[in-house]
């Protein structure tokens, strides 16, 4: 009892072992068993893969995953997916996953820590500059700090790291508010209410994981700023 109450103010309170200041949290332990069972899926899925038409449904599955965030990428970003695919989709997948898990008896998505989505969200806060200076070279990215003008170039700065911080409070935030608010109505009536909540929370676990990685995306794609024509290499 005492262990899911401290789980619901924040699973970073549950504490399973420490040595010092290095802490083994709640939070630590789900986050490890979802990358496990991402990992686990992604090598089932992918130890058979083979070209033509006979294929696995672990395969048409992957492939139609694969197409789906393909298609999403270019849509926002105009550009080849290719160089994108691997850290949007893996941020989305993860969130999702982490979100949809809330389902499960005695499971608390890492997402419902602050920790959590401030690492997410600093995982962004990284690859847009990265993502900026490779495809446009480090000058052309740092001009884009004082554009349209110098005046410009305090409030471009402050943008990077408030728009960072937004990321990860807007995650944190929804999903710990959506977890509250299940709790509660289904322990007011909870004969009628658990299903539906459920349901509930599966849809906002994965809207949640896509508004996140559509505004990754988005932030990558204005540091970017090179509008390809899909049909180019």
């Not at 789900?30 to 294929?55: C, E, H, N, Q, Y």
């Not at 170039?153 to 990077?160: A, C, M, R, T």
Request: with cysteine.
């Amino acid at each position: 009892m005492e262990f899911m109450d401290l789980a619901d103010i924040t699973p970073d309170a549950v504490i399973f072992w420490q040595m010092g200041w290095i802490k083994l949290n709640l939070t630590i332990v789900f986050t490890w068993i979802t990358m496990g069972i991402l990992l686990a899926v992604s090598l089932l899925a992918t130890r058979r893969i083979r070209p033509g038409k006979d294929l696995s449904p672990w395969q048409n599955f992957l492939e139609a995953v694969i197409e789906i965030a393909s298609n999403q990428i270019e849509d926002i970003s105009q550009q080849r997916a290719g160089k994108y695919l691997d850290f949007i989709g893996t941020l989305f997948l993860f969130i999702a996953v982490s979100n949809l898990f809330a389902v499960i008896p005695g499971y608390v998505p890492p997402t419902g820590s602050l920790a959590t989505t401030s690492a997410l969200a600093l995982c962004v806060f990284v690859a847009v500059p990265v993502y900026g200076i490779v495809t446009e070279g480090l000058v052309q990215y740092l001009k884009l700090y004082s554009s349209p003008t110098l005046f410009m170039l305090p409030f471009n700065i402050v943008s990077e790291f408030t728009r960072t911080l937004a990321l990860a409070v807007r995650l944190f935030g929804n999903i710990m508010s959506a977890n509250k608010i299940a709790a509660i109505l289904m322990a007011v009536i909870p004969l009628v209410f658990p299903v539906f909540m459920h349901l509930l929370e599966l849809l906002t676990g994965f809207i949640q994981a896509y508004i996140f990685a559509v505004l990754a995306m988005v932030y990558i794609t204005s540091a970017t700023r090179v509008q390809y024509e899909l049909g180019e290499g």
